[in-house]
C-alpha cells in the first residue's frame, strides 16, 4: 500500500534495498502467504454434509 500510494518502499528502507538478502527473503515470503491465501477462497466452497 505504501509503494502504491506514496511510492516508498518500507520494507526496502529497514533492510538495505530491494536488492539486499533480507529484504528479497520478506518479499518471498510475502508472495507465498499470498499464493497460500488463495487456497482459502476455494475451501469456503467445500460443503461438508452432516
Not at 3 to 16: E, R, S
Not at 30 to 39: E, P, Q, R
Request: net charge negative; proline share 0%.
Amino acid at each position: 500500500m505504501l509503494v502504491g500510494l506514496f511510492q516508498y518502499d518500507l520494507v526496502a528502507n529497514l533492510f538495505g534495498g530491494e536488492t539486499a538478502m533480507v529484504s528479497r527473503v520478506i518479499y518471498a515470503l510475502v508472495g507465498f502467504a499470498g499464493l497460500y491465501a488463495i487456497s482459502f477462497l476455494f475451501r469456503d466452497r467445500e460443503r461438508i454434509d452432516t
